[in-house]
Protein backbone atom coordinates (compact mmCIF):
# COMPACT_ATOMS: atom_id res chain seq x y z
CA UNK A 1 0.00 0.00 0.00
CA UNK A 2 2.84 2.39 0.85
CA UNK A 3 4.55 1.38 -2.06
CA UNK A 4 1.38 2.58 -4.13
CA UNK A 5 0.81 6.20 -2.39
CA UNK A 6 4.81 6.49 -3.37
CA UNK A 7 4.38 6.05 -6.79
CA UNK A 8 0.43 7.56 -7.11
CA UNK A 9 -0.58 11.09 -8.00
CA UNK A 10 0.82 12.86 -5.16
CA UNK A 11 4.22 11.56 -5.20
CA UNK A 12 4.16 12.69 -9.33
CA UNK A 13 3.06 16.30 -8.44
CA UNK A 14 5.56 16.32 -5.15
CA UNK A 15 8.59 15.87 -7.87
CA UNK A 16 7.13 18.37 -10.10
CA UNK A 17 6.79 20.80 -7.42
CA UNK A 18 10.37 20.30 -6.04
CA UNK A 19 12.03 20.32 -9.87
CA UNK A 20 9.74 23.76 -10.17
CA UNK A 21 11.46 25.08 -7.05
CA UNK A 22 14.92 23.73 -8.43
CA UNK A 23 14.48 25.46 -11.46
CA UNK A 24 13.36 28.74 -9.58
CA UNK A 25 16.89 28.61 -7.52
CA UNK A 26 18.75 27.77 -9.72
CA UNK A 27 19.84 31.52 -10.88
CA UNK A 28 20.55 31.82 -6.80
CA UNK A 29 22.47 28.80 -6.68
CA UNK A 30 24.63 30.11 -10.16
CA UNK A 31 25.43 33.48 -8.14
CA UNK A 32 26.06 32.01 -5.58
CA UNK A 33 28.57 29.75 -7.03
CA UNK A 34 30.28 32.42 -9.76
CA UNK A 35 29.55 35.57 -7.69
CA UNK A 36 30.56 34.78 -4.09
CA UNK A 37 32.00 30.76 -3.91
CA UNK A 38 34.07 30.90 -7.24
CA UNK A 39 35.99 34.50 -6.68
CA UNK A 40 36.49 33.14 -2.68
CA UNK A 41 38.28 29.98 -3.75
CA UNK A 42 39.83 32.00 -6.42
CA UNK A 43 41.38 34.69 -3.97
CA UNK A 44 42.70 31.69 -1.57
CA UNK A 45 44.54 30.78 -4.43
CA UNK A 46 46.03 34.31 -5.94
CA UNK A 47 46.96 34.85 -2.06
CA UNK A 48 49.85 32.12 -2.52
CA UNK A 49 50.66 33.92 -5.66
CA UNK A 50 52.94 36.88 -6.59
CA UNK A 51 49.99 38.34 -9.57
CA UNK A 52 49.99 41.80 -11.33
CA UNK A 53 46.88 41.38 -12.92
CA UNK A 54 49.23 42.14 -16.04
CA UNK A 55 50.83 39.12 -16.02
CA UNK A 56 50.13 35.53 -15.28
CA UNK A 57 49.70 34.28 -11.45
CA UNK A 58 53.07 32.56 -10.01
CA UNK A 59 52.93 30.10 -6.96
CA UNK A 60 55.17 31.70 -4.50
CA UNK A 61 53.65 29.35 -1.34
CA UNK A 62 53.64 31.39 1.80
CA UNK A 63 56.04 34.07 0.71
CA UNK A 64 53.07 36.70 0.95
CA UNK A 65 51.95 36.05 4.54
CA UNK A 66 55.80 35.90 5.69
CA UNK A 67 56.36 38.80 3.85
CA UNK A 68 53.80 40.59 5.41
CA UNK A 69 54.41 40.11 9.41
CA UNK A 70 58.53 40.34 9.00
CA UNK A 71 59.09 42.76 6.38
CA UNK A 72 56.38 45.04 6.13
CA UNK A 73 56.02 47.67 8.23
CA UNK A 74 53.29 49.57 7.00
CA UNK A 75 51.50 46.17 7.22
CA UNK A 76 52.03 46.31 10.84
CA UNK A 77 51.19 50.11 10.90
CA UNK A 78 47.55 49.45 9.42
CA UNK A 79 47.26 46.90 11.92
CA UNK A 80 47.48 48.83 14.80
CA UNK A 81 45.70 52.13 13.77
CA UNK A 82 42.60 49.79 12.54
CA UNK A 83 43.15 48.04 16.07
CA UNK A 84 43.18 51.92 18.00
CA UNK A 85 40.33 52.67 16.29
CA UNK A 86 37.93 49.52 16.30
CA UNK A 87 38.77 49.40 20.35
CA UNK A 88 38.01 52.94 20.58
CA UNK A 89 35.42 53.42 18.26
CA UNK A 90 32.87 50.94 18.84
CA UNK A 91 32.16 51.00 22.70
CA UNK A 92 32.08 55.05 22.33
CA UNK A 93 29.59 53.96 19.41
CA UNK A 94 27.43 51.48 21.27
CA UNK A 95 27.69 53.78 24.83
CA UNK A 96 26.28 56.82 22.99
CA UNK A 97 23.51 54.99 20.89
CA UNK A 98 22.21 53.18 23.95
CA UNK A 99 22.10 56.47 26.35
CA UNK A 100 20.21 58.05 23.40
CA UNK A 101 17.64 55.18 23.25
CA UNK A 102 17.15 55.23 27.05
CA UNK A 103 16.41 58.89 26.08
CA UNK A 104 13.85 58.27 23.70
CA UNK A 105 12.23 55.50 25.99
CA UNK A 106 10.87 58.21 27.65
CA UNK A 107 7.83 58.32 25.34
CA UNK A 108 9.00 61.62 24.12
CA UNK A 109 6.23 63.22 21.67
CA UNK A 110 7.21 62.83 17.97
CA UNK A 111 9.21 59.13 19.09
CA UNK A 112 8.83 58.41 14.99
CA UNK A 113 10.13 61.64 13.88
CA UNK A 114 13.51 61.77 16.47
CA UNK A 115 13.97 57.83 15.41
CA UNK A 116 14.18 58.78 11.74
CA UNK A 117 16.28 61.78 12.15
CA UNK A 118 18.98 59.76 14.72
CA UNK A 119 19.02 57.00 11.98
CA UNK A 120 20.00 59.39 9.07
CA UNK A 121 23.67 59.43 10.42
CA UNK A 122 23.92 55.48 10.00
CA UNK A 123 22.67 55.94 6.23
CA UNK A 124 25.41 58.76 5.43
CA UNK A 125 27.90 58.38 7.36
CA UNK A 126 29.78 55.98 5.53
CA UNK A 127 28.94 57.70 2.00
CA UNK A 128 31.59 60.06 -0.04
CA UNK A 129 29.95 63.07 0.17
CA UNK A 130 29.91 62.76 4.43
CA UNK A 131 33.28 62.23 4.41
CA UNK A 132 34.49 65.23 2.00
CA UNK A 133 31.87 67.32 4.67
CA UNK A 134 34.03 65.56 7.21
CA UNK A 135 37.02 66.93 5.92
CA UNK A 136 36.00 70.35 5.68
CA UNK A 137 35.22 70.58 8.79
CA UNK A 138 38.06 69.05 10.82
CA UNK A 139 40.11 71.49 8.13
CA UNK A 140 42.73 74.10 9.06
CA UNK A 141 40.07 76.62 8.08
CA UNK A 142 36.83 74.27 8.78
CA UNK A 143 34.06 74.60 11.00
CA UNK A 144 35.57 73.22 14.23
CA UNK A 145 38.48 75.94 14.34
CA UNK A 146 36.03 78.70 13.13
CA UNK A 147 33.68 78.04 16.34
CA UNK A 148 37.27 77.90 18.43
CA UNK A 149 38.56 80.96 16.74
CA UNK A 150 35.29 82.68 18.78
CA UNK A 151 36.25 81.52 22.26
CA UNK A 152 39.86 83.13 21.21
CA UNK A 153 41.74 79.55 20.81
CA UNK A 154 43.57 78.72 17.50
CA UNK A 155 42.79 75.01 16.71
CA UNK A 156 44.94 73.02 14.76
CA UNK A 157 44.46 71.45 11.34
CA UNK A 158 42.84 68.26 12.97
CA UNK A 159 43.06 66.11 9.79
CA UNK A 160 46.55 66.97 8.95
CA UNK A 161 47.80 66.25 11.90
CA UNK A 162 48.71 62.55 12.72
CA UNK A 163 47.90 63.17 16.76
CA UNK A 164 44.14 64.02 15.89
CA UNK A 165 44.03 62.63 12.31
CA UNK A 166 42.79 59.77 13.40
CA UNK A 167 40.61 60.84 16.50
CA UNK A 168 38.72 62.81 13.61
CA UNK A 169 37.52 59.27 11.91
CA UNK A 170 36.73 57.73 15.40
CA UNK A 171 34.38 60.83 16.34
CA UNK A 172 32.77 60.21 12.70
CA UNK A 173 32.21 56.89 13.56
CA UNK A 174 30.74 56.91 17.12
CA UNK A 175 28.46 60.12 14.77
CA UNK A 176 26.89 57.07 12.95
CA UNK A 177 24.96 55.63 15.58
CA UNK A 178 21.49 55.19 14.10
CA UNK A 179 21.23 51.47 13.60
CA UNK A 180 22.59 50.16 17.02
CA UNK A 181 20.45 53.63 18.71
CA UNK A 182 17.18 51.59 16.89
CA UNK A 183 18.17 48.33 17.72
CA UNK A 184 18.62 48.96 21.70
CA UNK A 185 15.32 51.19 21.49
CA UNK A 186 13.72 48.15 20.24
CA UNK A 187 14.68 45.82 22.70
CA UNK A 188 14.22 48.75 25.25
CA UNK A 189 10.95 48.36 24.46
CA UNK A 190 10.61 44.41 25.11
CA UNK A 191 11.38 44.78 28.68
CA UNK A 192 7.92 44.63 30.67
CA UNK A 193 7.09 48.23 32.74
CA UNK A 194 6.00 45.39 35.30
CA UNK A 195 9.78 44.85 36.10
CA UNK A 196 10.75 48.69 36.81
CA UNK A 197 7.06 49.21 39.01
CA UNK A 198 8.26 46.51 41.55
CA UNK A 199 11.78 47.84 41.46
CA UNK A 200 10.31 51.31 42.46
CA UNK A 201 8.12 49.57 44.89
CA UNK A 202 11.42 48.73 46.21
CA UNK A 203 12.80 51.69 46.90
CA UNK A 204 15.06 51.73 44.08
CA UNK A 205 16.26 54.25 42.12
CA UNK A 206 17.22 55.25 38.02
CA UNK A 207 20.53 54.19 38.61
CA UNK A 208 20.09 51.12 40.57
CA UNK A 209 17.16 50.17 38.15
CA UNK A 210 19.53 50.69 35.04
CA UNK A 211 21.89 48.47 36.56
CA UNK A 212 19.86 45.41 37.68
CA UNK A 213 17.06 45.25 34.78
CA UNK A 214 18.07 47.09 31.96
CA UNK A 215 21.53 46.33 31.23
CA UNK A 216 21.04 42.62 32.15
CA UNK A 217 18.41 42.49 29.71
CA UNK A 218 19.60 44.40 27.32
CA UNK A 219 22.73 42.28 27.20
CA UNK A 220 21.61 39.98 24.20
CA UNK A 221 20.88 43.74 22.09
CA UNK A 222 24.28 43.98 23.74
CA UNK A 223 26.14 41.47 21.93
CA UNK A 224 24.46 41.31 18.80
CA UNK A 225 25.50 44.90 18.62
CA UNK A 226 29.00 44.15 19.44
CA UNK A 227 29.53 41.61 16.73
CA UNK A 228 28.20 43.56 13.88
CA UNK A 229 29.76 47.14 15.00
CA UNK A 230 32.85 44.83 15.26
CA UNK A 231 32.96 43.34 11.59
CA UNK A 232 31.95 46.94 9.89
CA UNK A 233 34.48 48.64 11.81
CA UNK A 234 37.34 46.46 10.64
CA UNK A 235 36.02 46.77 6.96
CA UNK A 236 35.86 50.75 7.39
CA UNK A 237 37.34 52.05 4.10
CA UNK A 238 35.58 55.12 2.60
CA UNK A 239 36.19 57.50 5.43
CA UNK A 240 40.00 56.96 5.53
CA UNK A 241 40.21 57.52 1.61
CA UNK A 242 38.56 60.36 1.43
CA UNK A 243 39.87 62.20 4.44
CA UNK A 244 43.42 61.33 3.95
CA UNK A 245 43.17 61.76 -0.17
CA UNK A 246 43.47 57.96 -0.15
CA UNK A 247 47.10 57.47 1.11
CA UNK A 248 46.49 57.13 4.71
CA UNK A 249 48.11 59.93 5.74
CA UNK A 250 49.34 62.11 7.97
CA UNK A 251 52.33 59.27 8.63
CA UNK A 252 50.00 56.85 8.10
CA UNK A 253 47.97 57.73 11.42
CA UNK A 254 44.86 57.03 9.01
CA UNK A 255 46.04 54.27 7.47
CA UNK A 256 43.15 51.80 7.97
CA UNK A 257 43.56 47.95 6.75
CA UNK A 258 41.29 47.93 4.47
CA UNK A 259 43.33 51.28 3.02
CA UNK A 260 46.25 49.27 2.58
CA UNK A 261 44.92 46.26 1.22
CA UNK A 262 43.42 48.70 -1.53
CA UNK A 263 47.12 50.21 -2.48
CA UNK A 264 48.39 47.26 -2.46
CA UNK A 265 45.92 45.91 -5.13
CA UNK A 266 44.90 48.33 -7.20
CA UNK A 267 48.01 51.09 -6.59
CA UNK A 268 51.00 48.85 -6.90
CA UNK A 269 49.20 45.98 -8.80
CA UNK A 270 50.24 43.45 -6.12
CA UNK A 271 46.76 41.34 -6.86
CA UNK A 272 48.54 38.50 -4.57
CA UNK A 273 49.78 40.05 -1.63
CA UNK A 274 46.36 42.06 -1.51
CA UNK A 275 44.96 38.80 -1.93
CA UNK A 276 47.08 37.57 1.30
CA UNK A 277 46.21 40.54 3.20
CA UNK A 278 42.24 39.70 2.91
CA UNK A 279 42.46 36.55 4.08
CA UNK A 280 44.33 37.85 7.26
CA UNK A 281 41.88 40.07 7.94
CA UNK A 282 38.90 37.51 7.59
CA UNK A 283 40.63 35.20 10.11
CA UNK A 284 40.81 37.94 12.46
CA UNK A 285 37.35 38.65 12.28
CA UNK A 286 36.44 35.22 12.39
CA UNK A 287 38.83 34.52 15.25
CA UNK A 288 37.30 37.93 17.02
CA UNK A 289 33.76 36.88 16.44
CA UNK A 290 34.14 33.32 18.16
CA UNK A 291 36.04 34.65 21.02
CA UNK A 292 33.12 37.00 21.73
CA UNK A 293 30.86 33.94 20.94
CA UNK A 294 32.50 32.08 23.93
CA UNK A 295 32.90 35.11 26.03
CA UNK A 296 29.42 35.67 25.58
CA UNK A 297 28.20 32.66 28.23
CA UNK A 298 29.91 34.94 31.14
CA UNK A 299 27.59 37.66 30.43
CA UNK A 300 25.09 37.36 28.47
CA UNK A 301 21.87 36.66 29.89
CA UNK A 302 19.00 34.84 27.97
CA UNK A 303 15.62 34.86 30.11
CA UNK A 304 16.29 33.14 33.24
CA UNK A 305 19.64 31.27 31.70
CA UNK A 306 23.46 33.19 31.92
Do not use: C
Request: proline letters at 4%; hydrophobic letters at 50%; a positive charge.
Amino acid sequence: MADMVRGGPRSLRARREARAAYLFLAPWFVGLLVITIGPIFASLYLSFTDYSLLKEAKWVGLENYIKMFTEDERFLASLKVTTIYVVVSVPLQLAFALALALVLDRGLRGLSLYRSIFYLPSLLGGSVAIAILWRKVFGADGLVNAVLSLFGIQGPGWIGDPDTALGTLILLHVWTFGAPMIIFLAGLRQIPSSYYEAASVDGAGSLRQFRSITLPLLTPIIFFNLVLELIKSFQSFTQAFIVSNGKGGPADSTLFYTLYLYLQGFKNFDMGYAAAMAWVLMVIIAALTGVNFLASKYWVFYGDTK
